[in-house]
T-cell receptor, first 113, second 117 residues
Framework: DADVTQTPRNRITKTGKRIMLECSQT?????MYWYRQDPGLGLRLIYY???????NKGEISDGYSVSRQAQAKFSLSLESAIPNQTALYFC????????????FGDGTRLSIL | AQSVAQPEDQVNVAEGNPLTVKCTYS??????LFWYVQYPNRGLQFLLK??????LVKGSYGFEAEFNKSQTSFHLKKPSALVSDSALYFC???????????????FGKGTKLSVIP
């Protein structure tokens, strides 16, 4: 089983809909991250969480919200989706040391029509 | 602020030839540097990291990277490319001196590597 699991893997929806992307991990890491990937732009950080009570905005948090339901679960919501939020979304986890790499899920491909 | 530049959108190399994927970085303090690889329909996979010490770092799948502080570079290399190395490669930096923010990774835009049989 994957260490970092994202659901759904693909989603097509309409403008204005509320969408939730879910992430769960079995790595036991405290730190969790949400990124979006756009062609030619690389990965950009949306939100990150150091523990259940610690949520922080990233580079591009406008239009998004998150919830850390437990150490192992971190969900990303789009309250009212718009077409320019069409992208590939990745969840990642990280260990406590600052020199530790992040571990990524396989992504959710989101299309907003 | 921290930033990463990958100057080449695409690198083409013949199978069996050496490959280099370039990365330069900018941080105000000292860097932690990472390389990741992304295969189609998959998430990023960690290849290697530079923390401190030896400037030549060895990682997974025969890849290595050379840290050059004076040139602020961290180029990814492999002596003999395989067709299966074809993928998207990302360089990432973390400023080890930026406090809580040092847990954030800044990624380059990625370089598509194509290994031609």
């Amino acid at each position: 089983d994957a260490d970092v699991t994202q659901t759904p893997r693909n989603r097509i929806t309409k403008t204005g809909k509320r969408i939730m992307l879910e992430c769960s991990q079995t790595k036991g890491h405290d730190r969790m991250y949400w990124y979006r990937q756009d062609p030619g732009l690389g990965l950009r950080l949306i939100y990150y969480s150091f523990d259940v009570k610690d949520i922080n905005k990233g580079e591009i948090s406008d239009g998004y919200s998150v919830s850390r339901q437990a150490q192992a679960k971190f969900s990303l919501s789009l309250e009212s989706a718009i077409p320019n939020q069409t992208a590939l979304y990745f969840c990642a986890t990280g260990g406590r040391g600052v020199n530790q790499p992040q571990h990524f899920g396989d992504g959710t491909r989101l299309s907003i029509l | 602020a921290q930033s990463v530049a990958q100057p080449e959108d695409q690198v083409n190399v013949a199978e069996g030839n050496p490959l280099t994927v370039k990365c330069t970085y900018s941080v105000s303090g000292n860097p932690y540097l990472f390389w990741y690889v992304q295969y189609p329909n998959r998430g990023l996979q960690f290849l290697l990291k530079y923390i401190t010490g030896d400037n030549l770092v060895k990682g997974s799948y025969g890849f290595e990277a050379e840290f050059n502080k004076s040139q602020t570079s961290f180029h990814l290399k492999k002596p003999s490319a395989l067709v299966s190395d074809s993928a998207l490669y990302f360089c990432a930096v973390r400023d080890m001196d930026s406090g809580a923010g040092s847990y954030q990774l800044t990624f380059g835009k990625g370089t598509k590597l194509s290994v031609i049989p």
